[in-house]
């Protein structure tokens, strides 16, 4: 059967088909196999001669959530454009889901753009979302769906509403959303296919404090309960924090530093500053006692002490050693002080 926008609307009540549910199992073990969602290798961008991105190399497994944090102009959303096959580098390559050469279902590569794999795998919201205000959230899923010759589009529509919330919503004319319902409808455009991977770029711009916080626990349960690997370009780093499991940070269009949350959440967890009447006998003795803790000596002959430490066991051995201490605090890093350390490093160098 074929559908026009003008044949079918929104069927209230109705029930979409869990597309989804049927290829999570798929993801999972794409997961389990140890294949990266998105490789990008050697990744250069030039304008008139003007590199805006260059060198550039990311890895993001499946099932991650990748926070993706660098200063306006920095590249983000041009190695987004990149990844997508939105734009084509000038030189380097994007490999998507570990294909190489021709895609699993048989397609060449696109031509010129540097990507091998199968681009339709990956959805995109990338600034603002392409919308037609005339139509309604439905008819504006439903001309998509059409031009992908998405199979069961108008059930595949519906199950697209419904995930982000915008069910009650698809019969009414965009031209009268909210900002955030215009954002929650640019995602819903980027799941429809049901994608492997979404980019997605300041999904948080213009939302409010309530709306930011449907849309965090929107992308966390698209990757907890669905399998969708999502790579997220924001500055709102307090949101990227309670999602994140990976981070990548971007300066001058190359790529500063790739790490885990774990890893950022032991950089910036508690350390102990330490100032002793002998600074260099006391930090002898603590790298002796604390291998694997990480020390650093800084002016005035203070210690900062991280990660593997306890503070009540450090002051105990310097005073069973006889060091006199003279001050003893913890001290909590900001992570926004520490992503724009990283920030200003790469722009540095």
């Not at 309530?210 to 698209?222: C, K, W, Y």
Request: glycine share 14%.
């Amino acid at each position: 059967m074929r559908y026009t926008l003008g044949e079918k609307g929104m069927r209230n009540g109705s029930e979409a088909t869990p597309r989804y549910g049927r290829v999570r199992e798929e993801r999972v073990a794409g997961k389990e196999s140890g294949v990266s969602a998105i490789e990008c290798r050697g990744l250069t961008k030039a304008y008139r001669g003007r590199r805006v991105v260059r060198d550039f190399s990311m890895t993001v497994e499946a099932g991650d959530i990748y926070g993706f944090v660098g200063r306006n102009g920095a590249g983000k959303s041009t190695v987004m454009k990149m990844i997508c096959g939105d734009v084509a580098p000038t030189a380097g390559e994007v490999v998507l889901f570990g294909t190489a050469g021709p895609t699993a279902t048989g397609a060449a590569p696109l031509a010129g753009t540097g990507l091998s794999g199968d681009v339709r795998r990956v959805g995109v919201l990338i600034e603002q979302p392409a919308l037609l205000p005339n139509l309604t959230a439905y008819q504006n899923l439903m001309a998509k769906a059409l031009a992908w010759g998405i199979v069961d589009g108008p059930a595949r529509c519906e199950e697209a509403l419904r995930l982000v919330g915008l069910s009650g919503a698809g019969n009414k004319k965009v031209h009268g959303f909210s900002l955030g319902m215009r954002q929650r409808l640019g995602l819903a455009l980027a799941l429809l296919g049901s994608p492997d991977v979404l980019l997605l770029d300041e999904p948080f711009n213009g939302l409010d404090p309530e709306g930011t916080r449907a849309m965090r626990n929107l992308i966390v349960r698209l990757a907890d309960t669905l399998g969708v690997t999502v790579v997220v370009s924001s500055h709102v780093l307090d949101q990227l924090d309670r999602m994140a499991t990976r981070y990548g940070v971007i300066a001058d269009g190359s790529m500063v530093r790739e790490m885990t949350a774990e890893e950022v959440a032991a950089e910036c967890g508690g350390s102990l500053r330490v100032r002793t009447a002998d600074p260099a006998r006391s930090l002898a003795l603590l790298q002796e006692v604390y291998p694997a803790a990480t020390f650093r000596a800084e002016p005035g002959g203070v210690i900062v002490v991280s990660g593997a430490f306890d503070a009540d066991a450090v002051a105990r051995t310097l005073a069973e050693r006889g060091q006199v201490v003279l001050e003893l605090s913890r001290e909590q890093r900001d992570i926004e002080d520490y992503f724009v350390g990283l920030m200003e490093g790469g722009h540095r160098g």
